[in-house]
């Protein structure tokens, strides 16, 4: 009986010893760097008409980041950065098809989805480097760190 206790303990320990070494948070490991980003979009403003509407994206350049900013619904928008995880190189997402929410890097042919900037398809393994967005839920949204 004490042999059978010990064996369980060990076993125990060796599947939460494997478990804890095994899980790895991407986030953390994302080969993109975050660039310094802190400024405001006026969303009447005629190049961001269509971040107006739900499902819409804009490329934006501020900052030295290159950045797609996607509207998710009325009140909820999202900001990543345009390098791809897999290459990072800047500046190479392009977006997939105008019927779906997803970038593409033309260099590596991943997919990334634009809600949550998870990859979908491809090498790439890292979500999209992500910005903070705040919306005042009128005219205007603001992009930083």
Known sequence: MFITSKIRY????VVLVTVLFSCKDD????PVNPAYVNFSIY?????F????IPGNYAFVSAGGAALVIYRVTIDEFVAFDRICT???KPDVLVVSD?????VRC???ESKFILTDGSPYS???IHMLRPYNVTYDGGDYIHVSN
Do not use: I, W
């Not at 986030?27 to 994302?30: A, K, L, P, Q, S």
């Open 43 to 47: 969303l009447n403003d005629p190049v």
């Open 27 to 30: 986030t953390e490991e994302n």
């Open 98 to 102: 105008s019927s779906t929410v997803m």
């Open 49 to 52: 008409q269509d971040l107006k």
């Open 86 to 88: 897999f290459e990072a």
């Open 122 to 124: 491809g090498p790439a």
């Open 106 to 108: 033309p260099v590596c």
């Open 10 to 13: 060990y076993f125990v320990f």
